[in-house]
């Protein structure tokens, strides 16, 4: 339903996005991460037909975002950074202008607005002026804008931006509930999100895309895939003994030790190629009977895969782009 | 088409819906009212009842230099604020045509002048209770004042797309709209007379608001005159889509 070739925007001698491509099929939840200032806004407002692209393609439902720009936006349900609305309407007034720029029907207005308001949870606030309400309730405001055509095509920046725990989690059960029929295109800079929503995750850095797959492709990059962290109680191992008894294994690549993890020795075991080596470990413990408390897998972390990637002057980079 | 339109339709609702919200259309309309008022009914300025005349040739005489500085108080919001609040892009990514938007807008503080001058009312019940005016020039001097706001009000539409900032959009237009009032006010012709040589002075007084509603003013509805105001709108209007998308990135 999305698909983007080579999109490059320059403002000036600053080139913001340099050839992003990436398609999202119905049913798919895109994450779009990256640094501030990586292009993930410019990227979303090409695709959006705000900005036009210097060069490159934005497709959407078969329609190209330059020639068709109308026939495109009406597709689109779109959330822009900040959830800009008219401070001195109402909910109500807002969403009304909405609905008629959008074309619902006049006798379906109502009961539409109604409905997409209750989505969001804005039913006791629809006749105060937005200006007077939080930032909760402002982005949910954004959000009843975005969804009220029931768009097949949803791009948000930042849905969750200001919201507090709560109401994070309601805004992703609602992705979630909406995710089947449509193309969700979503930026954050909370990985958390993109584990629990996203089905498939793009980092973009200094305007390239530098890693995509799903949240776990990803997490397996992390040189913690695969890692076996084990604790210890202080003073029940001789710690040096361990760690070099760990490191003879042929699978092991080195041994971090952490003296006092929160009143508990840890070691994390480093695997070599991010293989699998629990079972190694695990029969080493068992042989040498130490007192493990706790041995656990670790499956990789998204915010040190992106740490990774996109740290000033990461070599990794290029290694993971291709 | 029939789509574009509704669109426009909607944003002007908004537009004009927007001017009530807050507490500048009520300002606005009072002060325009009451300087109307003083201006027209004062001795040593309208000297309405002095002159003896049953017509409202003073009442009409004030509007360009009112409209200097009231018409940009409702044009200087039309784009800066969108691009302050973030709004632009909203309105930007509907599926609106940037000229529907444009137009939308425009009609939206063009009729909102109309209905504060509409409300001038009863300037004509006072004369026609006077006197015995015609009411046919009254009606034409109605009609030119009301093109020439919406002339001062396109040249605002675009003095407010080249900026996010309410106050510059103000001063801008003022001193844009002082420039079209002044090509055609008498001591700038004088001042002309003396080195400009014919055709440049002709080619200024054209573009003078004050030759144009003079005349209007005075009953005599001369097509060049409407098609001046109407080319002046419509070359405003495409000016500010222009802008309006060509400003959007900064």
């Not at chain 2, 309405?48 to 009409?60: K, N, V």
Request: net charge neutral.
């Amino acid at each position: 339903m999305i698909e983007i070739n080579g999109l490059v925007k320059r403002f000036g001698a600053l080139t913001a996005v340099n050839g992003v491509s990436f398609s999202v099929k119905r049913g798919e939840v895109l994450g779009f991460l990256g640094p501030n200032g990586a292009g993930k806004s410019t990227t979303m407002k090409m695709l959006t037909g705000y900005l036009l692209p210097t060069a490159g393609r934005a497709v959407v439902c078969g329609h190209d975002v330059e020639q068709e720009p109308i026939a495109v936006k009406e597709k689109i349900g779109y959330l822009p950074e900040g959830a800009p609305a008219y401070p001195d309407m109402t909910p109500w007034e807002f969403l009304n202008f909405i609905a008629q720029v959008r074309g619902v029907e006049r006798k379906r207005r109502r009961s539409r607005i109604e409905e997409v308001a209750s989505m969001v949870h804005l039913e006791g606030v629809m006749r105060q002026t937005i200006e007077t309400l939080s930032k909760g309730y402002k982005r949910r405001v954004g959000l009843a804008q975005a969804i009220l055509h029931d768009p097949e095509v949803l791009v948000m920046d930042e849905p969750t931006d200001g919201l507090d725990p709560n109401q994070k989690f309601e805004v992703r059960a609602l992705i979630q509930r909406m995710s089947p029929t449509k193309a969700i295109v979503l930026s954050t800079h909370i990985l958390e999100e993109v584990e629990a929503v996203c089905t498939r995750a793009i980092i973009i850095d200094r305007g390239r895309v530098v890693a995509d797959g799903t949240p776990s492709e990803l997490c397996a990059r992390s040189r913690l895939h695969h890692a076996v962290r084990m604790t210890f109680k202080i003073g029940s191992v001789d710690v040096g003994l361990v760690r070099a008894d760990l490191q003879r294994l042929g699978g092991v690549d080195s041994v971090e030790v952490n003296p006092n993890d929160r009143g508990r020795v840890s070691m994390i075991v480093y695997p070599k190629d991010r293989a699998s080596i629990a079972s190694e470990v695990g029969a080493q413990a068992r042989a040498r009977g130490w007192p493990v408390e706790e041995l656990q897998v670790e499956l990789g972390r998204l915010d040190e895969v992106f740490r990774t990637i996109t740290a000033p002057g990461s070599l990794d980079a290029q290694e993971v782009r291709s | 088409m029939n789509g574009a339109l509704r669109k426009m339709w909607a944003v002007f609702k908004r537009e004009l819906g927007g001017y009530f919200l807050t507490p500048v259309a009520y300002v606005f309309i009072v002060i325009f009212l009451l300087l109307c008022g003083v201006f027209t009914f004062s001795e040593s300025m309208g000297g309405f009842f002095e002159r003896g005349q049953a017509d409202l040739r003073t009442f009409f005489g004030f509007h360009p230099w009112l409209y200097l500085f009231l018409v940009p108080a409702v044009s200087m919001r039309l784009w800066a604020e969108e691009r302050k609040q973030g709004t632009l892009e909203l309105l930007m990514t509907l599926p609106i045509p940037l000229w529907a938007a444009v137009a939308g807008k425009f009609m939206a503080a063009w009729v909102f002048c109309g209905i504060a001058l509409v409300l001038t009312f009863p300037m004509v019940i006072t004369v026609n209770y006077l006197g015995d005016p015609d009411n046919g020039i009254i009606l034409a001097a109605y009609l030119g004042s009301w093109l020439m706001a919406g002339g001062f009000l396109a040249i605002g539409s675009l003095v407010s797309a080249l900026t996010r900032n309410q106050v510059i959009a103000f001063v801008g237009t003022v001193v844009a709209c002082l420039g079209f009032l002044l090509a055609g006010f008498g001591p700038v012709t004088e001042v002309l007379n003396s080195w400009a040589p014919q055709t440049l002075i002709d080619a200024i007084t054209g573009f003078s608001f004050f030759t144009r509603f003079d005349s209007i003013s005075k009953g005599v509805i001369d097509l060049r005159d409407l098609l001046f105001f109407a080319t002046l709108i419509l070359v405003c209007l495409f000016g500010t889509a222009v802008m309006v998308d060509a400003k959007k990135a900064g």
